[in-house]
């Protein structure tokens, strides 16, 4: 396993569409994460997974975003009716549930909305 | 609310000397605190780690202090490498909720040859 991978790398999208993001975590991890990360700032929490259950969100995380992770796998993020301020780097982390806090970063998705 | 705070966004250190990078807090019940370095084009990379009921953590080159009464750690390098050239980002949990890790804005660590 080489670590977490997210799909697509880019993404350019106009105003109102709507995008889907991939993230396939570390294969034995149980916790997935998703954060958004603005120029200038560090990563924010958007919501995470253990196992196939959401079991948290941010207020950050509006209507317009949704996240699922079917079978406890990969993880997908969508985002409707994209507006100008979407445009992030969208990362995911997974992390084993053992009691440590450690949690290890896809290379992200960098989403410019037009 | 910005809870976790790297007040320089960037350092420049020789290569061969010490590159001290620091990180402020202010929720007292943040109990673990993460030091993650960040190249292009990548995600975040776990550095270290170090539990409240520590003062110092070490792991090779890289050393974290955690002052608590000051609410504040710093990430020592030492010897600093060009290849330590990267953006560092302080993270920190509470007890039982560490799945909403607070993250400062990052300092951009530039070690010359």
């Known amino acids: 396993d080489t670590g977490v991978s997210q799909d697509p790398r880019h993404k350019i999208t106009k105003r109102g569409q709507n995008v889907t993001f991939r993230c396939d975590p570390i294969?034995?991890?149980?916790?997935l994460y998703w954060y958004r990360q603005t120029l200038g700032q560090g990563p924010e929490f958007l919501t995470y997974?253990?196992?196939?259950?959401?079991?948290?969100k941010s207020r950050l995380l509006s209507d317009r975003f949704s996240a699922e992770r079917p079978k406890g796998s990969f993880s997908t993020l969508e985002i409707q009716r994209t507006e100008q301020g979407d445009s992030a780097m969208y990362l995911c982390?997974?992390?084993?549930?053992?009691?440590?806090?450690?949690?290890?970063f896809g290379p992200g998705t960098r989403l410019t909305v037009t | 609310d910005q809870q976790v705070k790297q007040n320089s966004p960037s350092l420049s250190v020789q290569e061969g000397r010490i590159s001290i990078l620091n990180c402020d807090y202010t929720?007292?019940?943040?109990?673990?605190f993460l030091w993650y370095k960040k190249y292009p084009a990548e995600g975040p990379t776990f550095l270290i780690s170090?539990?409240?009921?520590?003062d110092k953590n070490e792991d090779g080159r890289f050393t974290v202090f955690l002052n608590k009464s000051a609410k504040h750690l710093s990430l020592h390098i030492v010897p600093s490498q060009p290849g330590d050239s990267a953006v560092y980002f302080c993270?920190?949990?509470?007890?039982?909720?560490?799945?909403?890790?607070?993250f400062g804005a990052g300092t951009r660590l530039t070690v010359k040859p």
């Open positions: 982390a997974s992390s084993l549930w053992s009691g440590t806090y450690e949690q290890y």
């Open positions: 294969s034995e991890h149980n916790r």
């Open positions: 997974f253990q196992n196939e259950a959401q079991l948290e």
């Open positions: 929720n007292s019940m943040f109990d673990y």
């Open positions: 170090i539990s409240s009921i520590k």
């Open positions: 993270a920190a949990s509470e007890p039982y909720n560490n799945n909403d890790m607070r």
